[in-house]
């Protein structure tokens, strides 16, 4: 049997079992296969479980023909006795099958869990350009519940269509009518219910849409909410949520109405059968064809059939349910990374010369560079390059949303042609992939370099880091491989001792959700120290005081070359005190390296350069005597009691 949790591989490692995303159906059957030989354990221990529970009405009847009717009290009494057997026989095989099936339903949900977890590591930066954080969110939490769901009423749907398969029989064996009753009646629910299974899809896919668009902008509102304060925007975009809320519950009332219809009819038509089958029997009796005891065991069989009936209904609801919900998984696990392994792998020597072809820009090894840029975007562009990763507008899908009023074929035209404009430019990403990149290494193009190594060897922390919830030592060290000294250097050189005094328990403190409890500044050094601490051969960083005070800035600038020797780094920035320590800064202008030198020469030379850094301001100098970097002992150390 398989263990728990279950053991997902797909997309990070490499020819591992991947989802078949083919089509809803599909995938729902990749699932089931997942569960491997549980499922069928639970099948099994299913029909253990249903089909001895169709004797019970049988041995009623019996009891009553051979030992009430006859006066006969010890056969009445073994009957009793027999019935007593197969009714603990069933509850403690009910047991079972709920243990079983419970696993089965927790092995779908939290595989689905982890095959989204494994997909975010495949893609990385790319998932959230490509579909909204709502999505992500849904398919992992509310659609693996929906396929857990699946596997829990399909075990119990076959188990029960067995046991009703041998009720029809044990009553075709007594009475031929009473028997075709019984076989009619269950195809005939589903034919009357099938018609409204379609609205009820189509209303569940249009609540499960808005509901994951309402999930994106809770998500965004919490992110931003210090912002929207700041602004004022929470009563405006309150009201978009609560708009978007109200859209939420409309269809959802809407689906609720279908969903409500096919229970009504699977009620009506099981009441229908249980009435006809009473009639059908009293009047069989009163031909003298059917005794009292098989009439009661009729009637049992009549009351023990409304189950398997109800169960066909939620199995209908649940397939429904789960289709939607498969749809919705294949358009983010169907995603294709567009990176490519390279056929002949490349090694990546990260002592060499790293030059971007795009701007002109040459990193010397082993040493602090910085980058200086007018515009932001070119330097952060430039970093996003040396990291390999792709640019904001690159890889953004087509949308699997279909329009509210597109129904029948034209919705299924139109889910095609999106399908096919997804592959397609998943197709276009992959040969972009193929491409050399334009940054290489020692001359080794990037693209010839397996992404692991690349993302192994070259760090990049950029302006949007996440901090994790956690302690403390957990966020700088995830892979809990520093030593208490290494962790305090990192510490250090980030200039993050009050962060580290913020926590109560020092390294072991614990952090809230992205960081909410730390400054803005506090969480920009947490990041800064987490990057120094991995303490990558090439470490490229965007901004990375951007909201600390100078006094604090200075202390970090006088740190880092220091704590980054011989190591090569790369520092997006416009701050004169930053680039004061620099060994070599580059100027960018319209994307392109048009000057490069030391801080001091390029303030002397450069009409470009003063404009950025000092605002034009020729006259402009930068007074470094009150720098606290200059006095050693100026410089914070942790406390033997806070460490």
């Known amino acids: 049997m398989r263990d728990f949790p279950p053991e997902i591989r797909a997309y990070t490692d490499r020819g591992a079992d991947a989802p078949d995303t083919r089509s809803p159906r599909a995938f729902l059957w990749w699932m089931v296969r997942q569960n491997g030989v549980l499922f069928w354990v639970g099948l099994l221990v299913a029909l253990i479980w249903m089909v001895p529970q169709t004797v019970?009405?049988?041995?009623?009847?019996?009891?009553?023909?051979?030992?009430?009717?006859?006066?006969?009290?010890a056969v009445t009494t073994r009957w009793l006795v027999a019935l007593a057997v197969v009714t603990v026989f069933g509850a403690a095989s009910g047991i079972?099958?709920?243990?079983?099936?419970?696993?089965?339903?927790?092995?779908?949900?939290?595989?689905?869990?982890?095959?989204v977890t494994r997909k975010a590591l495949q893609l990385g930066h790319v998932l959230t350009r490509r579909t909204p954080t709502g999505e992500v969110l849904s398919v992992s939490g509310s659609d693996g519940d929906q396929f857990g769901a699946l596997m829990e009423i399909t075990t119990r749907a076959i188990s029960q269509l067995a046991a009703y398969l041998v009720v029809a029989a044990i009553v075709l064996s007594t009475s031929v009518r009473m028997g075709m009753l019984v076989l009619v009646s269950a195809p005939l629910l589903v034919l009357?219910?099938?018609?409204?299974?379609?609205?009820?899809?189509?209303?569940?896919?249009v609540e499960r849409s808005r509901n994951s668009e309402l999930t994106s902008m809770a998500t965004d509102i919490v992110g931003g909410l210090r912002i929207l304060r700041g602004i004022g925007g929470e009563e405006t975009f309150g009201g978009n949520y609560a708009g978007q809320s109200q859209r939420v519950r409309q269809s959802g009332v809407a689906a609720g109405r279908w969903l409500a219809a096919v229970e009504s009819v699977g009620v009506l038509l099981s009441g229908g059968f249980v009435v006809a089958l009473m009639w059908l029997g009293t009047r069989e009796v009163a031909q003298g064809r059917l005794t009292v005891g098989q009439l009661v065991s009729f009637l049992g069989y009549g009351l023990f059939l409304i189950q398997p009936m109800r169960t066909f209904v939620e199995f209908a609801q649940k397939w429904t349910r789960s289709v939607v919900s498969a749809r919705k998984a294949i358009a983010v696990f169907s995603q294709r990374a567009p990176w490519v392994h390279?056929?002949?792998?490349?090694?990546?020597?990260?002592?060499a010369e790293i030059v971007d072809r795009e701007s002109g820009v040459t990193i010397r090894p082993g040493r602090l560079t910085m980058v200086v840029s007018a515009v932001p975007d070119d330097s952060a562009a430039l970093a996003d390059r040396l990291g390999r990763y792709l640019p904001s507008e690159e890889g953004a899908l087509v949308s699997d949303e279909i329009p509210e009023d597109m129904k029948g074929r034209a919705a299924r035209r139109e889910r095609s042609a999106r399908a096919r404009a997804r592959e397609e430019q998943a197709h276009?990403?992959?040969?972009?992939?193929?491409?050399?990149?334009?940054?290489?290494?020692?001359?080794?193009d990037l693209s010839r370099v397996p992404l692991d190594d690349v993302r192994r060897h070259i760090l990049v922390s950029d302006t949007a880091p996440q901090v994790f919830a956690g302690t403390l030592r957990a966020a700088v060290d995830p892979l809990g491989k520093l030593s208490r000294e290494q962790a305090e250097r990192a510490l250090h050189t980030a200039a993050a001792d009050d962060v580290f005094d913020a926590l109560p328990g020092g390294w072991q403190g614990e952090l809230e959700e992205r960081g909410r409890g730390l400054s803005g500044g506090q969480r920009q050094r947490l990041v800064l120290m987490r990057a120094l601490a991995a303490d990558p051969e090439v470490l490229v960083l965007v901004?990375?005081?951007?909201?600390?005070?100078?006094h604090t800035e200075a202390r970090i600038a006088a740190r880092l070359g220091e704590h980054r020797a011989e190591r090569t780094t790369v520092v997006m920035t416009a701050s004169p005190l930053l680039l004061h320590h620099a060994d070599e800064v580059i100027l960018l202008e319209s994307g392109v390296a048009t000057a490069r030198g030391r801080h001091a020469d390029l303030l002397a030379d450069s009409a470009a350069y003063r404009s950025v850094v000092v605002r034009g301001d020729a006259d402009a100098t930068i007074d470094l005597t009150a720098d606290p970097s200059t006095d050693p002992t100026a410089l914070p150390t942790l406390s033997e009691e806070s460490r």
């Open 543 to 550: 901004e990375p005081t951007s909201a600390v005070d100078a």
């Open 342 to 351: 390279p056929d002949e792998p490349a090694t990546l020597d990260t002592g």
């Open 428 to 444: 276009r990403d992959e040969e972009r992939a193929r491409q050399p990149w334009g940054v290489t290494v020692g001359g080794v």
């Open 56 to 73: 019970g009405p049988w041995m009623v009847g019996r009891a009553i023909d051979t030992g009430i009717v006859t006066g006969d009290s």
């Open 96 to 115: 079972a099958f709920h243990t079983v099936i419970v696993r089965e339903w927790l092995i779908a949900l939290y595989g689905t869990t982890k095959l």
């Open 192 to 205: 009357l219910g099938t018609p409204l299974l379609r609205p009820m899809q189509r209303w569940q896919g």
